[in-house]
């Protein structure tokens, strides 16, 4: 049992009112670690802290680009030597399994931060070419003090999304980790401190959506960066609506996955898979609506089934686990409702539908891998994000219909496409209401590629060139290059 401080101004201080929140691990409750539990006033602190070292220049100036590079290459470098260590914590505290944050979370959480150390230097605006002598040019300069507010799913790797490009175009940030996960934004912050960025440019605030709420609204936090639930995305824009900040949302999906009858049925299925079951479903890209053409229908739910009952649950350090442990009981009832509307609606279940029987189960949010048919794109549980294992096959007769079902959601973050025929690929992806689309494959995404929602799924873009766009505003300057200028008012 570790206990954590928070991360401000350089320091790692207690919260003013001296209250802490207990870590545990949701899979057995066991107590990993106390962080913390801050207020509004740690809040101002921390916006404070950002502030002041934003006006200092020395981090924000277009002169340091190449020293923020140099030290945001040596934060991924950290992270990628510290995988294990900050792998099980995040295991521990979010109950994913550790194939995953060894396999995928840190170590792309590291890429994050040495691809943007390699872009920090190349941020630049544009030459404007005008019809007259005159020279007009663009600068991308930073914004300001830059608040972050992450979820539990992926605590590191959504954190590191925004950190990376943010500090890398020259921003100070206030993170706010998840109130189930915060550890490795805290240990993300002595990565900050050992190699020596400076004092107040990266700070890290615990505590619950209380804390969330005084950054949203705080008048000197210029950017808020969300990523969350669409739900909270609204209290979030009414509460930055007085200082009119600039946002960037990451929220929630229903993820279509569409499987065409001339598509690699081998590879559709392990797509299919990964798609609705990593990170036991709790996955806003997750692929929970699985589409499959009527011819191979049949095909499909025989081989699949028998490849979901074989998923083994269990404890998030285990290896061999591939579904951990929901986050919360919040979370797991939430499931446990949607399965009851499901089969009150005429769902008929495949497999799954309950928490697993046995002591390792106990004590934990567990639910089986659950598959229902039998129920229409249109009912509850194909239209509201359940954030769980649970997923529908829904038939279809042709490309028409797969691309109505797909985009008959109030959600657009992503969603998959299989087939062989190129043509058909492509012709279909330009039609889907979806920020990212994969063919032939499903659950990749690259630093180098942008990542963001369409509709409710939110607006602004994570990762790639986009990222940085979006942590930057753009200047015009113009310069008269004509002796004889005709005034208006000569
Ligand atoms: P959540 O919205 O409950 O909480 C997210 C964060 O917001 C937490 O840090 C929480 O403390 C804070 N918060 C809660 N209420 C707040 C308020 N009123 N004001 C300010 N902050 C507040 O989400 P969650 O349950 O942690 O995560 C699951 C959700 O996140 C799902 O909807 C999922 O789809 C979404 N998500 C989206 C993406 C994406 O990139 N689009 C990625 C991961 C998760």
Redesign the pocket.
């Known amino acids: 049992m570790q206990s954590y401080a928070a991360y401000i101004d350089g320091k790692w201080i207690q919260s003013e009112s001296g209250n802490i929140r207990e870590i545990r691990c949701p899979a057995d409750q066991d107590l990993v670690a106390t962080v913390p539990e801050m207020g509004r006033s740690d809040v101002d602190l921390a916006v404070m802290a950002a502030k002041t070292a934003f006006l200092k220049e020395e981090w924000s100036s277009h002169m340091n680009a190449p020293t923020r590079g140099k030290l945001l290459r040596e934060m991924g470098r950290i992270l990628h030597e510290q995988v294990d260590e900050l792998a099980a914590l995040e295991s521990l505290t979010s109950g994913k399994p550790i194939l995953e944050t060894s396999l995928i979370d840190i170590h792309m959480a590291a890429d994050c931060f040495e691809y943007y150390a390699d872009l920090a230097a190349h941020i630049a605006g544009r030459q404007v070419p005008l019809a007259q002598q005159a020279l007009d040019f663009t600068l991308r300069e930073p914004i300001g003090v830059i608040g972050m507010?992450?979820?539990?799913?992926?605590p590191l790797l959504?954190a590191s999304?925004k950190v990376a490009p943010a500090l890398a175009a020259g921003n100070t940030v206030v993170l706010?980790?998840?109130?189930?996960t915060p550890l490795t934004a805290l240990e993300l912050a002595k990565i900050a401190e050992e190699v020596d960025v400076p004092e107040g440019v990266f700070n890290v605030v615990t505590?619950?959506?209380?804390?969330?709420?005084a950054?949203?609204e705080h008048a000197d936090v210029d950017k808020l960066s969300?990523?969350?639930?669409?739900?909270?995305?609204r209290?979030?824009v009414q509460?930055s609506a007085a200082s009119l900040k600039r946002l960037t949302l990451?929220?929630?999906?229903k993820g279509p996955n569409l499987l065409f009858a001339d598509g690699d049925l081998d590879q559709a299925i392990n797509g299919v898979m990964t798609g609705a079951f990593m990170n036991q479903g709790?996955?806003?890209?997750a692929g929970t609506r699985i589409f499959v053409q009527d011819s191979i229908f049949d095909e499909f739910i025989e081989r699949f089934i028998p490849r979901v009952k074989q998923l083994q649950m269990g404890h998030p350090l285990d290896w061999n686990t591939r579904v951990g442990s929901l986050?919360s009981k919040t979370?797991l009832d939430k499931v446990e409702y949607f399965v009851k509307i499901g089969l009150e609606q005429g769902g008929r279940l495949l497999c799954g539908g309950n928490r697993p029987q046995g002591e390792e189960y106990d004590k934990g949010y567990f639910f089986e891998p659950t598959v229902f048919v039998d129920l229409t794109n249109d009912c509850e549980v194909c239209q509201e994000?359940i954030?769980g294992p649970v997923v529908v096959v829904i038939p279809f007769a042709d490309e028409e219909e797969a691309i109505r079902f797909a985009n008959d959601s109030k959600y657009g973050?992503a969603g998959g496409i299989w087939t062989k025929d190129i043509k058909r690929g492509l012709r279909v992806a330009r039609r889907l209401k979806l920020g990212t689309i994969w063919i032939n494959n499903y659950n990749l995404l690259r630093v180098e590629a942008p990542?963001?929602?369409y509709k409710m799924?939110?607006y602004g873009r994570?990762l790639g060139l986009e990222a940085l766009a979006d942590y930057t505003q753009v200047k015009n300057v113009y310069v008269e290059l004509e002796d004889e200028i005709l005034y208006l008012y000569d």
């Not at 505590?207 to 709420?213: I, L, P, T, Y």
């Not at 969300?226 to 995305?233: C, E, K, L, P, R």
Request: aromatic share 14%.
């Open positions: 507010i992450v979820p539990f799913n992926f959504l999304f706010k980790p998840s109130e189930f505590g619950s959506a209380e804390v969330g709420k950054l949203s969300f990523t969350g639930s669409t739900n909270t995305a209290s979030i509460g990451e929220l929630g999906g709790e996955v806003c890209i986050i979370q994000e954030f973050l990542f963001g929602g799924s939110g994570e």
